[in-house]
């Protein structure tokens, strides 16, 4: 089992750090003192693989290094990994003042630079665990779950999973959608008697539609266009890419389309499922 506790000075991402990993698929926990992670890990270690727990100053006992002692009392199965996110003083003061809120640590005879240098003499010593400390003074909130993706997971987990989806327009676009495609211009099988009750996952349609050029450019062009920015997206720290492609009912030329560009995926090995949404509505 993995424990990852994310620390560090308040300011300096945290709350980014959580969210980033929890859209990773790790289990979360945001403020937990520090005494209660050794139950926590009791009760989660049946039901997940992966813990995080986000802790602030207010969270971590009178002497730190009772820390050293807590994290002994977890099981020998438990891997942890302390992640310390450092800022510069100046911009956390910045951050703060843009922000509005207020400094954990801030009294009313305490000012927010006095809160930030307090914290940083408490944290200190918190240095000697850390597996890894992030410097977020330059780094936006994109950056800063990129660079967190890429030092937790490996290759394959890093990949983009795509989901292909076929939707019909009278119905609506899709809202997870992140691409739509719109390929209401191209032949339209309903027209043929003989084949508007099927549809694009029934060879008569399938043999209607490849038999048309203009069918098969926007395929090959469509394809071309989104594994051009396949890298790029994997870049900007997404984990998921919806692409649907929508015809005016969702039962011929979307399902042909979504169908050709899973395929077209699929053989370059990339991560992709599909699915028809007015398809499954049938049923």
Request: net charge negative; glycine share 4%.
């Amino acid at each position: 089992m993995e424990l990852i506790i994310i620390s560090g000075r308040s300011g300096s991402g945290k709350s980014v750090a959580l969210r980033a990993l929890e859209d990773m698929g790790y289990y979360c926990v945001d403020n937990l003192p520090l005494s209660l992670i050794p139950s926590l890990v009791d009760i989660l270690s049946k039901t997940n693989d992966s813990i995080v727990v986000s802790l602030d100053i207010r969270n971590y006992p009178n002497y730190i290094k009772k820390f050293d002692n807590l994290l002994s009392e977890l099981p020998n199965y438990v891997n942890t990994r302390f992640i310390f996110l450092d800022c510069n003083p100046n911009i956390l003061i910045q951050r703060y003042s843009d922000s509005r809120r207020l400094h954990p640590l801030s009294k009313e005879n305490l000012s927010l630079e006095g809160a930030i240098t307090l914290e940083t003499k408490l944290l200190t010593p918190l240095y000697q665990y850390a597996n890894n400390i992030i410097d977020t003074t330059h780094l936006s909130t994109h950056e800063l779950a990129a660079k967190l993706r890429n030092l937790l997971t490996d290759s394959e987990n890093k990949e983009l999973h795509i989901i292909v989806e076929s939707f019909g327009f009278k119905y609506g676009i899709p809202p997870d959608a992140d691409y739509v495609f719109d390929v209401r211009f191209l032949p339209n099988p309903y027209w043929d008697i003989n084949l508007r009750s099927m549809t694009g996952l029934e060879k008569p349609v399938q043999d209607f539609l490849s038999n048309h050029q203009l069918v098969e450019q926007f395929i090959q062009k469509t394809s071309d266009y989104l594994e051009m920015w396949l890298t790029e997206l994997e870049h900007n720290n997404r984990s998921y890419l919806t692409i649907a492609i929508g015809c005016t009912g969702g039962k011929h030329r979307s399902v042909f389309v979504a169908e050709q560009l899973f395929e077209y995926f699929k053989q370059k090995n990339h991560n992709v499922k599909i699915r028809h949404r007015q398809l499954e509505k049938e049923f």
